[in-house]
């Protein structure tokens, strides 16, 4: 089977029909990476685009949550967090009191609040609205994927470093892993490489070009726990691989090693990929989705990986060894109903015919 040839045939007909102005594929089996391309451009043929390279860095907005989820999970192997406590023995000023850590990485709290209806605060006033939020359901009953859960773990990630939440990342996750094309809050030089995501007229009067496409996040300074993160392919790759890897970085961690070079216990590999919300709606890891084939396609059971809002997605495929990563500005000029979910779940399909046919 001809991987770039049905790639490159999912991916310019997604251009032709504007599902996306362009596009970088990075499709690897464990070290070897299989193909990796860029197409098109970050605004069609408006003014002011310019063609995707490979080095093209995406507002990956909630791909942001897997990285916060990572850097939780680290405090975890530093016995400096505890999975099963009580959100409020981290932040004393949250009202729910029986919502804890574990319901956060899972989307079980139970808070169901729309945070871009708070993008008018600043980020104290938006922050004193969520510590305030009750649960409308009782915590672990219901799966309601909402920005709060991220934003909550993020704010806990950043008072037990005692940090900001961009350095603590950076120190946790992406120092350690050598992701220096991944930040929050790009600087003005970067600007060349950032694609655009969507115009807005309405709320901010602009383009969105080099800031947090996310309203909440934008009202927090561009940097929450649930989105913020600016990427390339090849940076989410590397971030990708040491979910696969067997055998490195495994070596559990104690709080004084956190910031060396061992990163995430196997044993806690393994259970942020196991579904810890049997029986409801979703399966749904510690930070990951599980087995999700809206964007997965026909992936076996135990494949995880996430989406974004802006078009970005990763995914992982265990029984085959499999990374796929995909990023596309789809709000570009305006967001629109995500039809991209079908081309990211095509081009995981694809990969995967690829794999069985090598065998």
Not at 61 to 66: D, E, F, G, R
Not at 71 to 86: E, H, K, N, Q, S
Not at 206 to 228: F, M, N
Not at 271 to 291: K, Y
Request: charged content about 15%; glycine content about 8%.
């Amino acid at each position: 089977m001809a991987l770039k040839t049905t790639i490159n045939k999912i991916i310019d007909t997604s251009i032709d029909t504007q599902v996306f102005p362009g596009a970088v594929v990075l499709v690897a089996k464990g070290d070897t990476i299989l193909y990796h391309h860029a197409y098109g451009a970050t605004m069609y043929e408006d003014d002011g685009s310019v063609p995707v390279h490979l080095d093209t860095i995406y507002d990956i907005a909630s791909l942001t949550k897997v990285f916060t989820a990572t850097a939780a999970l680290r405090l975890v192997d530093a016995g400096m967090l505890d999975l099963y406590a009580p959100i409020q023995t981290y932040l004393p000023d949250v009202q729910a009191p029986n919502i804890t850590v574990l319901h956060l990485l899972t989307h079980t709290s139970g808070l169901d609040i729309r945070l871009s209806s708070l993008r008018e605060l600043d980020g104290e006033g938006l922050l004193d609205v969520v510590y305030q939020t009750e649960p409308c359901y009782p915590p672990g009953t219901v799966v309601a994927y909402t920005n709060v859960n991220s934003l909550l773990l993020g704010e806990i990630v950043r008072h037990l470093v005692d940090t900001t939440l961009d350095q603590a990342i950076e120190r946790l996750v992406l120092t350690p892993l050598g992701l220096s094309d991944t930040c929050f809050c790009p600087p003005l030089a970067l600007q060349s490489r950032i694609a655009p995501t969507e115009i807005d007229p309405d709320w901010r009067g602009q383009l969105v070009h080099g800031s947090v496409h996310d309203e909440s996040t934008h009202a927090l300074g561009g940097v929450a726990g649930h989105a913020g993160l600016f990427s390339t392919a090849s940076d989410l790759y590397r971030f990708c691989q040491v979910w696969l890897a067997d055998g490195q970085h495994d070596e559990c961690v104690g709080r004084s090693q956190i910031l060396d070079s061992a990163f995430l216990c196997r044993e806690t590999k393994a259970l942020a990929c196991t579904n810890h919300t049997p029986g409801l709606a979703l399966s749904c890891g510690l930070g990951w989705m599980l087995d999700r084939p809206n964007f997965m396609g026909n992936a076996p059971e135990g494949s995880f990986g996430h989406t974004g809002f802006t078009g970005p997605a990763m995914v992982i495929v265990p029984h085959y060894h499999l990374i796929v990563v995909v990023l596309c500005n789809r709000v570009y000029p305006r967001r629109s109903t995500p039809d991209h979910h079908a081309v990211i779940a095509s081009i995981v399909e694809t990969a995967i015919e690829y794999c069985k046919s090598s065998k």
